[in-house]
C-alpha cells in the first residue's frame, strides 16, 4: 500500500491516488510504503529516480546495508518491537530514504507510532521533511519508552510474587502448589527478558540510525539542521539503552533466586522422603526378623506376640518423630 502526503493550501492531504500525487510530485513530501508490493515499489522508484532497498536487504545486519548514501539520498534503516500488546511480539524493519525535499519510509508491518504520527500530521497546517522525519522518530521513541515502562512494571510484579512472604493459609481458599507458581514465574521471566533482549537491540539500531543521520546532514542540499534536532533524541535513546540493560541485570537476578527458591523447594522434598525413609526402617527391621522362616525363634509360640511387634514397631516410629521434631526437622 501506498499513503501520499501532500502539502495544499487547505493543509495536509493525505491520498493514495498514485496518478493524482505523479501529477503533483512538487506538493508531495511523505511517500510511506507499507508492505508494498513489486509494482509499487517500481512506481516509487521511477517517480523518485532511485533504487529501493528490497526486504532481504533491510534485514541485513551490515551497518554498511542498513546506511549507506546513494544517488544523492540518505538510506537509514533500523529495527522496533511491534505488536507487543499481542502473544507474539516482532521484530520489523523501517527504512528511512531522505531525498531533497521529500522523504520516503518502507516498513512491512503496521507501526502503531506511524498510526498515532500520522493523525497528528492531518491536524497541521504545514509540515517540512525534517519535522517529518524527527516526529516518527521522536514518536518511535515515545512507543519504545512506553514499552520499557510496561516491562518495568511487569517486572515489579513478578519481583512481588517472587519474594513475598507467605501469608496464613485461609482453609476455604486453594493454595497454587509452589512448584507451580515458580514454574510460571520462570516462564514469565524468560518471556521478559527475551522481549528486552530484542528492545535493546532496537535501541542500538536507533541510536546508529541517529548519530548518522546526525552526522551525514552535509551531503543534501536542503539547509538540513537534523543535528540540532536530534541531539535530544540521542540522549533519549542512550537513556532508554542504559535503563533497558538495569532491567536486564534484574531479570538475571530474579532468575537466579527463582532458580534458588526451585532447588530448595526440591531440597524440601528429598528431605522429607528421607525421614520418611529413617523413621520406617526400625518397623521394617522388626518386620523382617518375625518374618524370617525358622522353626525355632523366641516369642514365635506367644500368644500375644502379634500384638506386641505391632506394639514395638509403633513405638520405634513415635521415637524418630519425636527426635526430628525436636531438632525442628520436620
Known amino acids: 500500500m501506498i499513503r501520499l502526503y501532500r502539502q495544499t493550501p487547505e493543509g495536509i492531504e493525505r491520498t493514495t491516488q498514485v496518478d493524482a500525487a505523479e501529477q503533483n510530485l512538487d506538493t508531495v513530501f511523505w511517500i510511506d510504503l507499507l508492505t508494498p508490493e513489486p509494482a509499487?515499489?517500481?512506481?516509487?522508484?521511477?517517480?523518485?529516480?532511485?533504487?529501493?532497498?528490497?526486504?532481504?536487504?533491510?534485514?541485513?545486519?551490515?551497518?554498511?546495508?542498513?546506511?549507506?548514501?546513494?544517488?544523492?539520498?540518505?538510506?537509514?534503516?533500523?529495527?522496533?518491537?511491534?505488536?507487543?500488546?499481542?502473544?507474539?511480539?516482532?521484530?520489523?524493519?523501517?527504512?528511512?530514504?531522505?531525498?531533497?525535499?521529500?522523504?520516503?519510509?518502507?516498513?512491512?508491518?503496521?507501526s502503531y507510532s506511524f498510526r498515532v504520527f500520522s493523525h497528528q500530521l492531518l491536524r497541521q497546517k504545514q509540515i517540512s521533511r525534517d519535522q517529518v522525519f524527527t516526529g516518527l522518530l521522536e514518536t518511535i521513541v515515545d512507543r519504545q519508552a512506553d514499552v520499557l515502562e510496561r516491562f518495568g512494571a511487569e517486572l515489579d510484579r513478578l519481583s512481588k510474587n517472587i519474594f513475598r512472604r507467605d501469608e496464613p493459609e485461609i482453609k476455604t481458599s486453594k493454595r497454587v502448589p509452589v512448584s507451580s507458581a515458580l514454574r510460571l514465574t520462570?516462564?514469565?521471566l524468560g518471556r521478559v527478558g527475551d522481549l528486552l533482549t530484542r528492545q535493546r537491540d532496537c535501541l542500538v539500531n536507533l541510536l546508529r540510525?541517529?548519530?548518522y543521520a546526525s552526522n551525514e546532514e552535509a551531503l543534501d542540499d536542503t539547509n538540513s539542521t537534523l543535528y540540532i534536532k536530534l541531539r535530544p533524541l540521542s540522549r533519549d535513546v542512550t537513556s532508554l539503552s542504559e535503563y533497558a540493560t538495569f532491567l536486564s541485570s534484574n531479570?538475571?537476578?530474579?532468575?537466579?533466586?527463582?532458580l534458588g527458591l526451585i532447588n530448595i523447594e526440591q531440597n524440601e522434598i528429598v528431605k522429607i522422603f528421607t525421614v520418611a525413609a529413617v523413621v520406617f526402617m526400625p518397623p521394617t527391621l522388626i518386620a523382617s526378623i518375625y518374618g524370617m522362616n525358622f522353626t525355632h525363634m523366641p516369642g514365635l509360640e506367644n500368644e500375644y506376640g502379634y500384638y506386641i511387634s505391632l506394639v514395638v514397631m509403633l513405638v520405634s516410629i513415635i521415637l524418630p518423630l519425636v527426635y526430628f521434631r525436636s531438632k525442628r526437622l520436620l
Do not use: W
Not at 42 to 56: A, H, I, N, S, W
Open 40 to 110: 509499487e515499489i517500481k512506481f516509487v522508484e521511477r517517480l523518485c529516480g532511485l533504487e529501493m532497498p528490497t526486504y532481504d536487504e533491510m534485514r541485513e545486519i551490515e551497518a554498511t546495508s542498513r546506511l549507506y548514501t546513494e544517488d544523492g539520498a540518505r538510506f537509514m534503516t533500523t529495527t522496533v518491537l511491534s505488536r507487543v500488546d499481542t502473544e507474539s511480539p516482532s521484530l520489523s524493519e523501517i527504512t528511512f530514504v531522505l531525498m531533497g525535499f521529500k522523504i520516503i519510509t518502507i516498513r512491512h508491518s503496521d
Open 186 to 188: 520462570l516462564q514469565d
Open 209 to 211: 540510525l541517529l548519530t
Open 251 to 258: 531479570v538475571n537476578f530474579m532468575l537466579d533466586a527463582v
